[in-house]
């Protein structure tokens, strides 16, 4: 029989249990790479036999420092070019969604002129407005599957990340013997060189192996991901199309206002062109917006 003084509150049990996932999978998401790249380090110190064995304290020690390694890595891979090379040219170029997202942009951008219109098109983020389109259109499994292929692809390309990391672990050994020569107070390690350089080729063949295998499936991936996204913009295009003008218009005065400001052209003119792009915006009339916007930065920019 069922305690009525504990109400049985089924929606908010799910979104507990919502919450436990996402923290799981983020903890697993960040441990993951932490791991591989202690992997390399130890796989490294075994080939040149420094170490042959690795005791319960060291395991407690790599799996407590997993996370944090991995964040790093995964924030240096995000901060890098590696990032940019996997999403936009490597491993089957950009998405081709992206790509029409930015013919619609540059469409509905090009009635406001050449410069300002360039202006609107670089502050549009073509991946942010896709992911607002997708919350907005789609249901959770949907947009939970277009994640879960995303973090696939993001798993395997911080891999290949720490594996090209990993090339310069010997030559960080060999740099930290040499400083310890200069440096007194470092620790010193033992390390003969011509026994270093004889482990370079077992050790760079086998990061050549795990960046292959890692690397493979990445295309094949995101192409799964782009039919995908393709399908979602066909099943809500007259959805995106309206956004992407919403987008355009909303940019176009926000711009136009920091134009206003920094140019210091606040004429009562210029001033009531503004008030009435904010009165359209209010009132959902995209397409006037863009007039009065491209009205008033011919206003700012005339001498």
Not at 3 to 15: A, F, G, T, V
Not at 38 to 59: D, M, Q
Not at 101 to 118: P, W, Y
């Amino acid at each position: 029989m069922q305690n009525p003084e504990i109400p049985l509150n089924i929606d908010s049990i799910i979104e507990e249990m919502a919450e436990m996932k996402t923290e799981v999978e983020q903890l697993l998401y960040y441990s993951i790479p932490g791991f591989f790249v202690e992997f390399l380090f130890l796989l490294f110190l075994f080939i040149i036999g420094k170490i042959t064995f690795i005791t319960s304290t060291a395991v407690a020690i790599l799996v407590a420092i997993a996370i944090p390694v991995g964040y790093i890595t995964y924030q240096a891979y995000a901060s890098l070019y590696f990032y940019e090379y996997v999403w936009r040219k490597g491993f089957s170029g950009e998405d081709s969604n992206l790509k029409l997202i930015g013919k619609m942009v540059d469409e509905k951008a090009s009635e406001l002129g050449e410069e300002l219109s360039k202006k609107v098109r670089d502050s549009i983020s073509r991946i942010h407005l896709f992911n607002f389109f997708s919350f907005r259109s789609q249901n959770i499994e949907t947009i939970e599957y277009s994640w879960r292929l995303v973090n696939l692809i993001n798993g395997r390309a911080v891999a290949v990340f720490s594996c090209l990391f990993a090339f310069f672990i010997p030559w960080f050994f060999m740099g930290y013997s040499c400083a310890t020569s200069y440096i007194t107070t470092l620790p010193k390690i033992s390390l003969v060189l011509e026994e270093v350089l004889r482990a370079l080729i077992p050790y760079y063949a086998l990061l050549i192996v795990f960046v292959s295998i890692l690397a493979s499936r990445i295309s094949h991936i995101k192409q799964i991901l782009s039919r995908h996204n393709q399908g979602i913009i066909i099943s809500g295009i007259d959805i995106l199309d309206e956004l992407v003008l919403q987008y355009v218009a909303l940019n176009a005065v926000l711009l136009v206002e920091n134009e206003l400001l920094s140019k210091k052209k606040e004429t009562p003119s210029n001033r009531k062109l503004l008030n009435e792009a904010y009165e359209e915006l209010k009132a959902k009339r995209w397409k006037e917006v863009v007039v009065k916007a491209k009205e008033l930065y011919q206003s700012i920019s005339a001498k």
